[in-house]
């Protein structure tokens, strides 16, 4: 039995926390991006796609760095919103939530767009026939079929977001209790002395739940692909 400390629970459950409400925010953006590029040509499209995927390509320090320039209590948008709002990102766990879904947005949309590109516009266009509205064509056609493929973005950048590090520390840092993902914790671990059972216990908890989400995404992609194909 693995015996899980008070302060690794913390990690643990703020990981989760951070990952849920960025896959959740995130995901109506990844939605509508997603459709943006299956279904409109326009100027500027590959430099959106290629914007789209660029923290995959970028070191993670970069992202993290850019999202304190733009976020930070001093940044041009993160000034604003903490004068007039009162929301701040900045060392908070709000903005290792905002790190995460950046980081594991381009993870979300891919497997939407493919699922969206996969679908027969001629059922979307059957409906338009038959007087519906755009907003509905998309309700009640694209989105339901493209479900499975919205499902397996969503875990995949659950999955992401559990085992992101790079960014969220650069942007949040390190606070126990505020900002301390279990990514984050298995790095201070490891550079304390009797800390490597601690580092132990929060890498195997990370390898399972990263696995428990690539095996829900296969399975939801290869739902998406058996019902595209009617079986």
């Given at each position: 039995m693995i015996e899980i400390s008070p302060t690794e629970w913390t990690a643990?459950?703020?990981?989760?926390?951070?990952?849920?409400?960025?896959?959740?925010?995130?995901?109506?953006?990844?939605?509508?991006?997603?459709w943006l590029l299956a279904r409109r040509d326009f100027w500027g499209k590959s430099l959106l796609d290629a914007a789209v995927h660029l923290p995959l390509v970028l070191p993670?320090?970069?992202?993290?760095?850019?999202?304190?320039?733009?976020?930070?209590r001093r940044g041009?948008?993160?000034?604003?919103?903490?004068?007039?709002?009162?929301?701040?990102?900045?060392?908070r766990w709000t903005g290792a939530a905002l790190a995460c879904g950046v980081m594991s947005f381009p993870l979300l949309v891919?497997?939407?767009?493919?699922?969206?590109?996969?679908?027969d516009q001629r059922?979307?266009?059957?409906?338009?026939t038959l007087g519906a509205a755009p907003w509905r064509v998309f309700a009640t056609v694209t989105l339901p079929l493209?479900?499975?493929?919205?499902?397996?973005?969503?875990?995949?950048?659950?999955?992401?977001?559990?085992?992101?590090?790079?960014?969220?520390?650069?942007?949040?840092?390190?606070?126990?209790?505020?900002?301390?993902?279990?990514?984050?914790?298995?790095?201070?671990?490891?550079?304390t002395p009797d800390g490597d059972s601690a580092a132990a216990r929060l890498v195997v908890i990370s390898?399972?739940?990263?696995?428990?989400?690539?095996?829900?995404?296969?399975?939801f992609a290869r739902r998406a692909t058996a019902r595209l194909h009617g079986q």
């Open positions: 643990i459950l703020l990981s989760l926390r951070v990952a849920v409400i960025a896959t959740l925010v995130a995901t109506p953006f990844g939605i509508a991006l997603a993670p320090v970069v992202t993290g760095y850019l999202l304190l320039l733009t976020f930070g041009l948008v993160g000034g604003w919103l903490a004068d007039h709002l009162g929301i701040v990102f900045a060392f891919r497997p939407i767009r493919l699922s969206i590109e996969a679908i059922l979307e266009q059957a409906a338009e493209a479900l499975p493929g919205v499902l397996a973005g969503m875990v995949l950048g659950f999955a992401k977001a559990i085992g992101e590090f790079g960014a969220t520390i650069t942007f949040v840092s390190n606070i126990p209790g505020e900002t301390q993902t279990i990514s984050s914790a298995i790095y201070s671990l490891i550079q390898i399972v739940l990263a696995l428990g989400a690539l095996v829900a995404a296969e399975w």
